[in-house]
């Protein structure tokens, strides 16, 4: 077999039966991952009354997790480019499985905000290296529509947890939730080190004078052909730092700095849909259990357009797929804006189409930002590339309600807020079209 870059080594389009068994566990993985994250949320409630809780101190325990990832994401996803993927997953799926288990044994807030915070770190190191680690197990030509499944699969897996929650908790208790998750996720960091071999581009970068041996002995166990020879790899290529100044050399610094500021703005929109549309659905008149399920009707979007873009990405460049779900997710927040002042006066059915394309197109090109991230960096700097446009991104996270929440103070009307945050959209929509989706050396 003749090849001349690590991602021939892969049949481009053929997905043998453990390939699919690799990539199945990688999206219980990440479902697991989006249940972690979300989970609190859902047992903040019963937590408050449990215990007593004020909302100062919740506040601090909802940040913990979020705060961890940022940092983890941002601190931590060298370890993936340094000493291989697989370890990075099954190890941060081990801590954050052992950190939310052991909430079961907590007995005060502060407690329960440092176990949050290191299951926080080890899901930040998560979301930087199951991506790379999935995306160079996939053929090239269904690369992109896996990773979207991959992102979209995380969702999915709020969305089952918080029905999981609500169906579970007033009979077993909160506690019970995360020890069920944190067993999950333990079981699933075991099974990926058992069943799961190291990535083939990390070993081609990292270690080119013995892959030859490696690569073939984990093409064999895939069920791939194995190759006669590896791509040659440039000493700079070998000895390349994962660091962030490695993001930030002359060829890579423009689509670095573009691909941050989409994650930013791509997050300072996202969350203010995510953390006020109930808020604003109540205000406008729905009840609360419409607002919530109107709500619902976002994340159901987001799924359909992650997946739908990931696979149109094999025909049409990625970057204008983002870009132009931006622009209409921009659309749809200007007409729900124009109208938040009368949506209970307007049919509950367009509400709910209108919500659903907004996850269809804006939430969809956000989750596909991972795409991005994913073409441009070589294998040797994959993960710290991910897990610094996600952790710096996540600035937006924290901004975004603070800001919406002091503009509401100053009395800023609803019609108006909405336009403000449509800028970012059409910010990221910018960013991203400006992105050539190519690996950089």
């Known amino acids: 077999m003749d090849i001349s870059k690590p991602s021939e080594v892969l049949h481009e389009s053929q997905l043998t039966s453990m390939q699919w068994l ?5 999206a219980l993985v990440s479902m697991v991952e989006g249940f972690d994250i979300v989970v609190i949320a859902y047992a903040a409630p019963a937590i408050s009354a449990d215990w007593g809780v004020s909302a100062e101190k919740m506040g601090l325990v909802l940040s913990a997790g979020v705060l961890g990832m940022t940092l983890g994401a941002m601190f931590l996803s060298w370890i993936a480019d340094r000493y291989g993927r697989r370890i990075a997953v099954s190890g941060s799926l081990l801590v954050a499985g052992l950190a939310t288990g052991a909430i079961i044994f907590a007995s005060s807030v502060w407690e329960l905000i440092a ?9 930040g190191l998560l979301v930087a290296s199951l991506t790379p680690l999935m995306g160079e197990f996939s053929p090239l030509r269904h690369r992109m529509l896996i990773i979207s499944i991959l992102v979209a699969a995380a969702s999915a897996g709020a ?6 929650t609500a169906a579970f908790i007033s009979s077993h208790g909160w506690q019970t939730i995360f020890l069920y998750a944190g067993i999950i996720t333990l079981i699933l960091g075991v099974l990926i080190q058992l069943l799961v071999p190291e990535s083939i581009a990390f070993t081609i970068k990292r270690h080119p004078e013995i892959a030859l041996e490696k690569v073939n002995r984990t093409l064999s166990y895939i069920g791939q052909a194995t190759v006669t020879h590896i791509p040659p790899v440039s000493d700079t290529v070998k000895t390349e730092s994962a660091s962030v100044t490695s993001l930030l050399t002359a060829s890579r610094r423009q689509a670095t700095l573009l691909s941050w500021s989409a994650f930013f703005t791509g997050f300072v929109v996202v969350y ?13 008149g729905l009840t609360q259990e419409k607002a919530i399920q109107a709500t619902a009707a976002i994340p159901l979007g987001s799924i359909i357009g992650t997946m739908l873009m990931g696979y149109l990405g094999k025909k049409i460049p990625i970057n204008k797929l983002i870009a132009g779900g ?3 997710g921009t659309a749809c927040i200007f007409l729900v804006g124009s109208m938040s002042n009368d949506l209970g006066q307007i049919p509950y059915s367009f509400i709910l189409t209108m919500l659903f394309f907004i996850g269809v197109s804006l939430m969809g090109a956000f989750s596909n930002l991972y795409n991005i991230v994913m073409v441009i960096y070589p294998a040797q700097i994959r993960s710290t590339g991910l897990g610094w446009a996600a952790g710096l991104g996540r600035a937006g996270a924290v901004i975004s309600p603070l800001l919406a929440g002091l503009l509401m103070g100053l009395g800023v009307s609803m019609p108006v807020l909405f336009i403000l945050f449509a800028v970012p959209a059409l910010a990221a929509a910018a960013c991203v079209w400006m992105i050539e989706p190519k690996e950089l050396p």
Not at 22 to 26: C, E, N, R, Y
Not at 272 to 284: E, G, K, Y
């Open 326 to 328: 931006f622009v209409f």
């Open 272 to 284: 203010f849909i995510s953390s006020w549309m109930p808020q604003v659905l109540s205000n406008s």
């Open 159 to 164: 969305v089952a947890g918080g029905l999981i």
């Open 115 to 123: 176990l949050r915070a290191i299951a926080g770190l080890a899901l």
């Open 22 to 26: 690799i990539l199945v566990l990688g």
